[in-house]
């Protein structure tokens, strides 16, 4: 979530030149901009603690997938590589991929 969050913003600083500004939030205990007030005035205030995610049972009949991110044609794609057993090769060291495995997504920058 984070990694596409940062390429969201990167296209829109990218599209929108100096009039996007980039605030990151790292939990509760960030106070170390003073914009972060404002962002906790669209839901209301700050609050006092954030519920914990409730852990997701896992899915027995999961297979999990490597799909490969690209800007070669210039527009951002996702293309799926594989299913299933997985393998080193299928890695590119120029490559970026997320790893989609029951639960648990991981991102693998070449």
Known sequence: DKRKA???????QASRGDHVKAVIIDGLADSSD???????MYFGGKPVMIKEIEHEQKLSD???SLHR??????VLEIMKVSTGQLDRSQLDSNGTFILDAEGCVFVWIG
């Open 6 to 12: 940062s390429a969201v913003l990167d296209e829109l």
């Open 34 to 40: 003073t914009n972060i007030d404002d962002f906790w």
């Open 62 to 64: 999961y297979t999990p």
């Open 69 to 74: 991110i690209s800007k070669e044609s210039g």
